[in-house]
């Protein structure tokens, strides 16, 4: 079974300050792809990244692919309670449109 | 509108009680999915199907059964409910990616599902 791996597990911060959650696996990926999921309800998409080395920014969040396509990042700049969730990847390996996904990334911002 | 729908939010099986959960999507996707949640997992893919008539396993088919037999909708059976099949259960669904769409999955809004 292939692994996605996401740091940190779980992340409690202060409202404005800045963070970054990483999602790592020993394979290639041919897509990678960034979820936030609130209590109650499905994961939402928030970003595709297919290009090694792409930096894709929606508002204050900035995602990157790595070079050799095997890790992502997802930062966010001055962070808001609203920003609170469950944060996954979701990686194709084989090009098949068929996604694993990793364990996620609790984030909770306090205000 | 109503995206990705699924029923029942909510049930409680005995062990060895079988049910079936319903996922319909309103997009005209081709692919559906249906995923299982549990504390510290992610999301794992149980099956899925790239059109109707046709399902395929995913990483963790064993206990479920699936049909398509309208592109609407997907169904995942429970044949014989085990306490290790108590999980939050997602269907989603997309288009055919690189035919003009994305590959995005929507989601519905999950059944929690007990197997006491």
């Known amino acids: 079974t292939q692994l996605l791996e996401q740091s940190p597990q779980f992340l409690s911060i202060q409202e404005g300050e800045n963070l970054t959650v990483y999602c790592n696996s020993s394979s290639v990926f041919s897509s990678l792809q960034w979820y936030r999921q609130e209590p109650g309800e499905g994961p939402v998409l928030l970003v595709t990244?297919?290009?090694?080395?792409e930096v894709k920014k929606l508002k204050r969040l900035t995602f990157q692919f790595g070079d050799a396509r095997k890790d992502s990042s997802l930062h966010i700049t001055a962070a808001q309670p609203g920003d609170t969730g469950l944060y996954l990847c979701a990686a194709d390996t084989s090009g098949t449109y068929k996604y694993i996904f990793g364990t996620g990334t609790r984030l909770k911002v306090l205000a | 509108n109503a995206g990705v729908t699924q029923t029942p939010k909510f049930r409680v099986l005995k062990t060895g009680q079988s049910m079936t959960l319903l996922c319909a999507q309103d997009m005209n996707h081709e692919y559906m999915y249906w995923y299982r949640q549990d504390p510290g997992m992610g999301l794992r893919l149980i099956h899925y199907s790239v059109g109707e008539g046709t399902t395929a396993k995913g990483e963790v088919p064993d206990g479920y059964n699936v049909s398509r037999l309208k592109k609407q909708n997907f169904l995942l059976g429970l044949e014989s409910a085990a306490p290790s099949q108590t999980s939050v259960y997602f269907c989603a669904s997309s288009s055919v990616p690189g035919q003009g769409f994305t590959d995005t999955q929507y989601f519905g809004p999950g059944t929690r599902l007990t197997v006491l």
């Open positions: 990244v297919v290009t090694g080395g």
